[in-house]
């Protein structure tokens, strides 16, 4: 790729994102600037609740929930890119293998359970039995049934363990599902996030509507109850969940000492750059 070229896909990229701020603007949704301000001062309010999670040994589980395009991954990605994962760990576990099938339905979401001093954020959970498997078939109704009878008694004993449960269903409209769906059809780089159960479930709309509202009527409970984040604003969305988090734990900003640098030690000091001219850089295309 030429450096003509590259400039100007990154002038297109540029005219692209001024072009949907205007559009933005027009529709009432926030402005970007505005968002990058207000998710600046949050994100440092992460990092303190990180130092104090670390320091509490505190055990805290996020379980993020909601329709296919809602936003679960972008609202996870504003939630971490600031802060360490080995504090703030992921899990989006992908379908069960043929041996879990076997296990007890919770088994293989418990392995990922926090030890002390960590957040485990989970991109859908135990849910899917509540959700997809119950709307795509992939479930019998006494299993589905027996799953929102136990549910709400294993999450007591989750919380009565010591470990802080948050569940957090994010919902979306049908109109603006509908042009994130379209948006991943044309996008070279959203198109991975469009598989075939998500074209499925755009045609069930209802079906997940009803399996919503059985699930949240089941496992709505006063120790593991559900927050919902409305996302057709996807920025405003972003900040209030973690604005929520962030007022639902209750951390203490940490002290901290003030760090000085040490001096470097130049007693083997020696051209350290020397032995690198032979060895292979990768071409300087940038």
Known sequence: MTRHKQARDKDDKSGKADREETKNNKSGKMKRSIYEKELQK??????????WVKATGARIIIVFEGRDAAGKGGTIKAITERVSPRVFRVVALP???DRQ???????????????AGEIVIFDRSWYNRAGVEWVMGFVDKGRYRNFLRLCPEIERYIVDAGIMLIKVWLEVGMEEQERRFAARVEDPLRQWKL???????YSRWYDYSRARDAMLDATDTKHAPWVLVRTDDKRRGRLNCISHLLKTIPYKKPKRRNVKLPARVDKNAYDDQRPLRKRTFVESRY
Not at 101 to 115: D, G, I, L, S
Not at 195 to 201: H, K, L, R, T
């Open 101 to 115: 099938k076997t296990q007890m339905f919770m088994q293989r979401y418990v392995e990922q359970f926090p030890a």
């Open 42 to 51: 949050l994100q440092v309010e992460l990092c303190h609740l990180q130092e």
């Open 95 to 97: 379908a069960p293998s």
């Open 195 to 201: 598989s075939p159960m998500d074209v499925e479930s």
